[in-house]
């Protein structure tokens, strides 16, 4: 496992290999935030909740690693730590003498098996003064500070081990004066900065015990009423369509209408068309009225096979569209087509038509009720987790690192990124410019304040679970792992799977959270 320690104002970059106390497996997210990897950002796919995971490690990977075990030094290192805004604690390391010297006689060695002096024969010992000269002493200096960073740096950090985040730990001191307090005083002291796993703070303390949420639930997901809308759907398909001749529009009635809309003004100069309410050819079912503006199906009804009729309508302040709520609109509609049912009657010959396997109509009413109750108890469970988790977000105060905003940002943007490539084949112009540096940031800033709520979220929940000792089975662990390597595997898609194995367990963590929550809390469902 490899830690990335970046100097930040300037110099090389180091990279140590290292073994944490603790290890997590990372996001399945690119770790560098400019650019994305769509074939390697990629949540488990036979998850679905409303929690996002969100997972610590300790270590970054890099193409550029330098294997280091952690060995022992001749002197103790004076290690300060200093707690900084924003999750982050830096450390100011004092290196001694002894130690530099350790680390420059080691370099000696390396430089005098690698390097061919004029003179000696190859594993001939050299001088140490001619071996210096012919090397040059700013890189002996320089190979010397490496090798005391890449020495000192796991021991530095070994308290921080458990804690630190990835990719989160940089070397703030310029590499530049590193060099130049070496060669003065043969020692060296740099600090480092790194983040770390925030701490969450309850406000009150062990307010999750005590939720009292009210969940507004749509009347529309009432079993009764959705069971009964589906076996009429289910009826009307074994129907055939007669078309109208000596009538106009009644309810039950299926019409092809061409509609126009315009805003209504005093003055005509001001009057607009409303292009979204415009249709040619819109197929209306007329028991399906409710889903148009209020005041449609009463104003056609009675209409004719090429009749046409203009009547004024007001967009409802509870419109979807907010550009059109309270809006005054003339609509003038145009009766094309006009169609009546021809139904069968509904008893129990139709039952094996309408739902294979049922030969009773009675067995129909009941399969589809416990469906629709299936998914009802599904719909409620989804909206008052949704309730939870924007109260947990209120109840807790963490002070987010900037790293662990961006590693989560990422991974949203990444899963938006595949989501647009599954529903739209995008070139590679069109890729490279959403998986852009620049794309990236405008997703980051944009977003920002969705992005640490589920942070507060996912890390609130991660808290309840190990507050409350809260366990899941390991037959699900390895149910889901399977179902999710399978279907990377379906997809043809890349994947790790310590890494899935690591999300799945966070996503089964917030699955127990939530229903350890919801037969806590007191829940009100309203029904609108």
Request: charged residues 25%; negative net charge.
């Amino acid at each position: 496992m490899e830690l990335c320690i970046t100097a930040i104002n300037g110099g090389s970059t180091v990279v140590l290999n290292l073994t944490p106390l603790r290890s997590s497996p990372s996001l399945l997210l690119p770790k560098n935030p400019n650019s994305l990897q769509l074939h390697t950002s990629r949540k488990p796919p036979s998850l679905s909740r409303q929690f996002h995971s969100l997972q610590f490690a300790v270590s970054a990977s890099s193409s550029t690693a330098v294997t280091s075990e952690t060995d022992q030094l001749p002197a103790d290192l004076t290690v300060t730590e200093t707690q900084q805004p924003n999750s982050r604690v830096k450390l100011s390391i004092q290196v001694p003498p002894e130690v530099c010297d350790d680390c420059y006689k080691k370099v000696i060695v390396e430089f005098m098996k690698q390097a061919k002096v004029p003179g000696f024969r190859p594993g001939k010992r050299v001088p140490e003064s001619i071996l210096v000269s012919y090397v040059g002493k700013k890189s002996v200096d320089k190979a010397t500070i490496e090798s005391i960073l890449k020495r000192t740096l796991p021991h530095a950090m070994s308290s921080m081990t458990a804690t630190a985040l990835t990719d989160s730990v940089s070397i703030l001191t310029k590499f530049s004066e590193m060099e130049q307090a070496y060669s003065s005083r043969n020692s060296l002291r740099y600090d480092v900065i790194v983040d770390v796993a925030p701490e969450v703070k309850w406000i009150p303390e062990n307010g999750y015990k005590n939720l009292k949420v009210a969940v507004e639930i749509d009347s529309d997901i009432e079993a009764q009423k959705v069971s009964e809308r589906e076996l009429r759907r289910r009826h009307k398909a074994l129907g055939a369509l007669r078309i109208v001749t000596d009538r106009g529009l009644q309810v039950g009635d299926l019409v092809v209408l061409d509609i126009s809309a315009t805003t209504i003004d005093q003055d005509k100069s001001n009057v607009q068309s409303i292009p979204s309410a415009e249709s040619k050819g819109y197929h209306f079912d007329t028991e399906d009225g409710d889903k148009l503006i209020p005041g449609f199906l009463d104003s056609i009804i009675g209409i004719q096979r090429g009749e046409t009729k203009s009547f004024p309508l007001v967009f409802p302040e509870s419109w979807a569209q907010e550009s059109l709520r309270g809006i005054h609109a003339q609509f003038n509609v145009e009766c094309k087509e006009l169609f009546y049912r021809d139904l069968p009657e509904l008893d129990d010959s139709l039952a094996p038509k309408l739902l294979p396997g049922c030969t009773t109509l009675e067995q129909v009413k009941e399969a589809l009720l416990q469906r629709c109750q299936e998914a009802e108890q599904t719909a409620r469970e989804q909206a008052a987790d949704n309730v939870i988790l924007d109260q947990l977000c209120k109840m807790v105060e963490v002070d987010i690192p900037q790293s662990l905003f961006e590693e989560q940002g990422r991974q949203l943007y990444g899963a938006k990124l595949l989501e647009i490539q599954g529903n739209v084949k995008l070139n590679e112009e069109q890729l490279a410019t959403l998986s852009s540096k620049k794309a990236v940031e405008e997703y980051l800033l944009y977003q920002k304040e969705n992005i640490m709520n589920m942070i507060k979220q996912s890390l609130a929940v991660g808290d309840i679970f190990k507050r409350e000792n809260l366990q899941f089975s390991t037959d699900d662990l390895v149910k889901e792992v399977e179902n999710s390597i399978a279907e990377f595997k379906r997809q043809k898609q890349d994947y790790d799977e310590e890494r899935v194995k690591g999300q799945v367990q966070e996503i089964l963590e917030g699955a127990k959270v939530l229903e350890w929550l919801r037969e806590h809390a007191e829940i009100q469902f309203i029904t609108r």
